[in-house]
Structure formats: structure tokens, C-alpha cells
């Protein structure tokens, strides 16, 4: 009874930890914009780049990135004074926070189900249990957006990078199993909130961003 007690409250930390609408509030707050009625009507970094500059983007991409994380790092706590630190399946229970913190995100009770794709929690989360994590995502995320120029592209090659990480890093001996499959169920729960970025991406409408998109402009000119 206490092991589905434990696993409860590391489910409940990430969701509502993910849940948190930070990007939405931000955005209402300086530039009294619904992101909700905004493009996408996403809640991540994206669309508030969209809705209101660059500023507010990393913003919301951090503070994202941050709650993610901060799941983990609640939960981990709460664990280790309910279960002791040596639970023997305190990494399943971390596992569901990260997955429930990307769910919570994508999903929010606070905004009638609604959210973001999920791609900056999901950084965060698994920043948290390795922080190598962080800066390979953000050199592939740029990488993606300078060459690529769709962030929804960017988000789905982030989504399949944390299962190789963790998949590697599983082999080594250096991360457990219950990571390798969290990543693999958030890189589902990414892909299925981008359904719709994924359907433009095959038919040839999908948006596109920064450089790429200034060169296409100017070849339209050509």
C-alpha cells in the first residue's frame, strides 16, 4: 500500500509541476496576450516568441525547462523522506515524474487540458537525473532552428535524442532502465501533441523560423 502511495505522490508532484502554465502567465502578465488564441495556441517558448518577442520566448523556454527539473528535484525530496534514499524503486517513481511533468505541461488542469507540446519539460526532467542532458539538447535544438528553421522538427529530433542518451547511458551501466523507458514515453507524448506540425510537415506548409526563413523570403523576391 505505501509503494502505490510513493508512486502516487511522484505522479502527482511532475503533473502538477508541469501543469504549472508559466509561459501563459508570463505573457498575460507583460503583454496582456492569451497564448491560448495565438497561433498554435500553445503555451511553450514557441508561440510566446510568436505572441510577444524573443524576450518572452526564453523566458517561457527556461521557466519551462526549470519546472521540469523542479519536478524531479520535489519528488526526489518527498521520496527521500517518505521511502529512504535507498528505495529500491526510487528510480521507477522518478521516471513517473518526469513523464507525468511533460503530460502536465502538454495537458493542464489550470488552462481546461491545454498546454504546450512538451519539449522543454521534457529537457528538464531528464536534465535533472543527468545534466549532460541540457546543453547536448540545446546545441541540437539550435542547430535544428539555424539549418532546419521548424521548431516543431526541432522538438520531435530533441524527443528521440533523450531515449539515445539515456539508451546509451543505460548500456554503460551509468543510468537505470526506468529512465531509457521514461524518455521513450516522453518522446511519445511529444509526437502525439505534434500531430498536427507533422501532417503540415508531409503535405510542405509546415511554419518556418529564423535564417531559413529569411532566405526563402528573399529567394521569393528573386
Same mark, same amino acid.
Given at each position: 500500500?505505501?509503494?502505490?502511495?510513493?508512486?502516487?505522490?511522484?505522479?502527482?508532484?511532475? =503533473?502538477?509541476?508541469?501543469?504549472?502554465?508559466?509561459?501563459?502567465?508570463?505573457?498575460?502578465?507583460?503583454?496582456?496576450?492569451?497564448?491560448?488564441? !495565438?497561433?498554435?495556441?500553445?503555451?511553450?517558448? /514557441?508561440?510566446?516568441?510568436?505572441?510577444?518577442?524573443?524576450?518572452?520566448?526564453?523566458?517561457?523556454?527556461? @521557466?519551462?525547462?526549470?519546472?521540469?527539473?523542479?519536478?524531479?528535484?520535489?519528488?526526489?525530496?518527498?521520496?527521500?523522506?517518505?521511502?529512504?534514499?535507498?528505495?529500491?524503486?526510487?528510480?521507477?517513481?522518478?521516471?513517473?515524474?518526469?513523464?507525468?511533468?511533460?503530460?502536465?505541461?502538454?495537458?493542464? !488542469?489550470?488552462?481546461?487540458?491545454?498546454?504546450?507540446?512538451? /519539449?522543454?519539460?521534457?529537457? @528538464?526532467?531528464?536534465?535533472?537525473?543527468?545534466?549532460? #542532458?541540457?546543453?547536448?539538447?540545446?546545441?541540437?535544438?539550435?542547430?535544428?532552428?539555424?539549418?532546419?528553421?521548424?521548431?516543431?522538427?526541432?522538438?520531435?529530433? !530533441? *524527443? #528521440?535524442?533523450?531515449?539515445?542518451?539515456?539508451?546509451?547511458?543505460?548500456?554503460?551501466?551509468?543510468?537505470?532502465? *526506468? =529512465?531509457?523507458?521514461?524518455?521513450?514515453?516522453? *518522446?511519445?507524448?511529444?509526437?502525439?501533441?505534434?500531430?498536427?506540425?507533422?501532417?503540415?510537415?508531409?503535405?510542405?506548409?509546415?511554419? #518556418?523560423? @529564423?535564417?531559413?526563413?529569411?532566405?526563402?523570403?528573399?529567394?521569393?523576391?528573386?
Amino acid at each position: 500500500m505505501l509503494i502505490i502511495l510513493y508512486f502516487l505522490v511522484a505522479g502527482l508532484i511532475g =503533473y502538477f509541476g508541469g501543469a504549472l502554465p508559466l509561459g501563459y502567465l508570463y505573457v498575460k502578465k507583460t503583454k496582456k496576450v492569451d497564448l491560448r488564441l !495565438v497561433s498554435s495556441g500553445r503555451t511553450g517558448g /514557441t508561440n510566446a516568441y510568436r505572441a510577444a518577442g524573443l524576450s518572452a520566448g526564453i523566458v517561457t523556454g527556461l @521557466g519551462d525547462v526549470l519546472k521540469g527539473a523542479g519536478s524531479i528535484w520535489l519528488s526526489q525530496l518527498a521520496l527521500d523522506a517518505l521511502a529512504g534514499e535507498d528505495w529500491a524503486l526510487r528510480s521507477w517513481a522518478l521516471a513517473l515524474t518526469g513523464v507525468m511533468a511533460v503530460v502536465g505541461h502538454n495537458w493542464s !488542469v489550470f488552462l481546461n487540458w491545454r498546454g504546450g507540446a512538451g /519539449t522543454t519539460p521534457n529537457v @528538464g526532467w531528464a536534465t535533472a537525473l543527468w545534466p549532460g #542532458v541540457f546543453p547536448i539538447a540545446f546545441v541540437v535544438m539550435i542547430g535544428m532552428l539555424l539549418g532546419v528553421g521548424m521548431a516543431s522538427v526541432a522538438s520531435l529530433t !530533441v *524527443a #528521440v535524442l533523450l531515449p539515445v542518451i539515456f539508451g546509451i547511458r543505460y548500456a554503460m551501466g551509468l543510468s537505470p532502465l *526506468a =529512465y531509457f523507458l521514461a524518455s521513450i514515453a516522453t *518522446a511519445l507524448v511529444v509526437t502525439y501533441a505534434l500531430r498536427p506540425n507533422i501532417k503540415r510537415i508531409i503535405e510542405g506548409n509546415e511554419r #518556418v523560423v @529564423g535564417p531559413r526563413a529569411k532566405r526563402l523570403e528573399n529567394k521569393s523576391k528573386e
